[in-house]
């Protein structure tokens, strides 16, 4: 059972398309929506191993020439410098006005061939091909495209929406237990704070889900990430109001990133600390019971998470809750939950209280978790 949905943004619209094997007929729904050649295939050397042929015999067989263009793996080639190169490559390669990329890979490709794409020409059109479970139900989604600077992540970007998102689920199969991990953090986010039904359909299905084999099932829990997060970036392209609901446990997440100098933790493993420690502010505040606390916790904590933070001062959490570039004028500013399934969004939280949410959080992951 495939899942298709369609997201409206100002200047039009794009379908995403979610069905086990469907990298297969790329090359037809790329002809299908009109899209022009040659394509410029943006990938990692192991994804284009395990899936550019495919891509490729797909293209060809829609009448595409494809030029494919190679990129180191690892968040720090997400750079203006990589942008540069795949430019040069592209245009080395007769990359035309008009032409198509198309980003195959995880977030880290994703942001960056769609970087590419916003700028080249001033615009070219953009597929984007997840083959993380994090860029499927996030990353892809939305139109935000970047690249890192020494100063911090994601600074130097443009919004750009895909012409088409293409999910293929069975290339999951290949991707770490890890990855996995982290991807499905940003799906229970979505629960939490959007679709308390969702939220329970994840608790009853994280084993299969983890282990990625049942196409159907992935499928469907996929589809409804993407819709849930297709109708929040609907409402809000530009990220001026309700977008800000998908920061939920960034907040803490993004000072744990920080603390740990974006090495030894996934984005998405961050987000499942800061998360942990939300759920905790939303139920001091008072705005969830204890009931949907342990349960929403305890949801997190069951997770094959390995994560040490041994010796971290929360102290220095809360200082670097600071330094994240969405703050301003001091303001510590939280998404919490207010029930299941349903958001507030908080004017300044005290440091200490902010120092106490850190507290919890390395209490239950002080130690290797794992
Ligand atoms: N634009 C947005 O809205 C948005 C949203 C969230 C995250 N992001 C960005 O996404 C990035 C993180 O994405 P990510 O977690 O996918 O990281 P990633 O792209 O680095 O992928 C994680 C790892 O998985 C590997 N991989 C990907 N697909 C695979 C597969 N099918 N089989 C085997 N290995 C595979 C990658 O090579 C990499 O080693 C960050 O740079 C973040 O800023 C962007």
């Given at each position: 059972?495939?899942?298709?949905?369609?997201?409206?943004?100002?200047?039009?619209?794009?379908?995403i398309?979610?069905?086990?094997?469907?990298?297969?007929?790329i090359?037809?729904?790329?002809?299908?929506?009109?899209?022009?050649?040659?394509?410029?295939?943006?990938?990692?050397?192991?994804?284009?191993?395990?899936?550019?042929?495919?891509?490729?015999?797909?293209l060809?067989?829609?009448?595409y020439?494809?030029?494919?263009?190679?990129v180191?793996?690892?968040?720090?080639f997400?750079?203006?410098?990589?942008?540069?190169?795949?430019?040069?490559?592209?245009?080395?390669?007769?990359?035309?006005r008009?032409?198509?990329?198309?980003?195959?890979?995880?977030g880290?490709?994703?942001d960056?061939a769609?970087?590419?794409?916003a700028?080249?020409?001033?615009?070219?059109?953009?597929?984007?091909?997840?083959?993380?479970?994090?860029?499927?139900?996030?990353?892809s989604?939305?139109?935000?495209?970047?690249?890192?600077h020494?100063s911090?992540?994601?600074?130097?970007?443009?919004?750009?929406?895909p012409?088409?998102?293409?999910?293929?689920?069975?290339?999951?199969?290949?991707?770490?237990?890890?990855?996995?991990?982290?991807?499905?953090?940003?799906?229970i986010?979505?629960g939490?704070?959007?679709?308390g039904?969702?939220?329970a359909?994840?608790?009853?299905?994280?084993?299969q889900?983890?282990?990625?084999?049942?196409?159907?099932?992935?499928?469907?829990?996929?589809?409804?990430?993407?819709?849930?997060?297709?109708?929040?970036?609907e409402?809000d392209e530009?990220?001026?109001?309700v977008?800000?609901?998908?920061?939920?446990?960034?907040?803490?997440?993004?000072?744990?990133?920080?603390?740990?100098?974006?090495?030894?933790?996934?984005?998405?493993?961050?987000?499942?600390?800061?998360?942990?420690?939300?759920?905790?502010?939303?139920?001091?505040?008072?705005?969830?019971?204890?009931?949907c606390?342990?349960?929403?916790?305890?949801?997190?904590?069951?997770?094959?998470l390995?994560?040490?933070?041994?010796?971290?001062?929360?102290?220095?959490?809360?200082?670097?809750?600071h330094?994240?570039?969405?703050?301003?004028?001091g303001?510590?500013?939280?998404?919490?939950?207010?029930?299941?399934?349903?958001?507030l969004?908080?004017?300044?939280?005290?440091?200490?209280?902010?120092?106490?949410?850190?507290e919890?959080?390395?209490?239950?992951?002080g130690?290797?978790?794992?």
């Amino acid at each position: 059972l495939s899942e298709s949905l369609v997201i409206r943004h100002a200047r039009g619209s794009y379908p995403i398309e979610i069905d086990a094997g469907s990298l297969k007929r790329i090359g037809q729904r790329m002809h299908d929506h009109g899209l022009r050649g040659p394509v410029g295939i943006i990938t990692q050397p192991a994804l284009n191993e395990h899936v550019g042929e495919i891509v490729r015999e797909s293209l060809r067989g829609a009448g595409y020439a494809t030029r494919t263009v190679l990129v180191p793996d690892g968040e720090r080639f997400k750079t203006l410098a990589s942008a540069e190169q795949i430019i040069t490559a592209l245009l080395q390669q007769g990359l035309e006005r008009g032409s198509t990329i198309l980003a195959l890979g995880g977030g880290v490709m994703g942001d960056l061939a769609g970087f590419v794409a916003a700028i080249l020409y001033r615009g070219v059109p953009v597929v984007q091909v997840p083959t993380s479970l994090l860029a499927m139900v996030d990353a892809s989604i939305g139109g935000k495209t970047a690249v890192n600077h020494t100063s911090g992540k994601n600074l130097i970007g443009a919004f750009h929406q895909p012409s088409l998102v293409m999910i293929d689920p069975t290339v999951l199969e290949t991707l770490s237990l890890r990855d996995r991990v982290a991807g499905y953090a940003e799906m229970i986010k979505l629960g939490l704070v959007l679709d308390g039904n969702y939220l329970a359909f994840l608790e009853k299905h994280q084993q299969q889900i983890l282990e990625a084999g049942e196409m159907e099932l992935l499928n469907q829990a996929i589809g409804k990430a993407c819709a849930l997060k297709a109708k929040i970036v609907e409402e809000d392209e530009r990220e001026g109001g309700v977008r800000k609901v998908l920061n939920f446990g960034h907040t803490l997440g993004h000072a744990f990133e920080l603390v740990t100098g974006y090495e030894h933790l996934r984005h998405g493993e961050a987000v499942l600390l800061g998360m942990y420690g939300a759920i905790w502010l939303s139920h001091h505040l008072k705005y969830i019971d204890g009931d949907c606390r342990d349960r929403c916790q305890s949801l997190i904590a069951t997770l094959p998470l390995d994560v040490d933070l041994r010796g971290m001062d929360p102290g220095k959490v809360e200082e670097a809750t600071h330094l994240d570039k969405k703050v301003r004028d001091g303001q510590i500013q939280f998404v919490l939950m207010r029930g299941l399934g349903s958001y507030l969004f908080t004017g300044h939280v005290a440091p200490e209280l902010v120092r106490e949410a850190a507290e919890v959080v390395l209490q239950k992951f002080g130690g290797n978790h794992g």
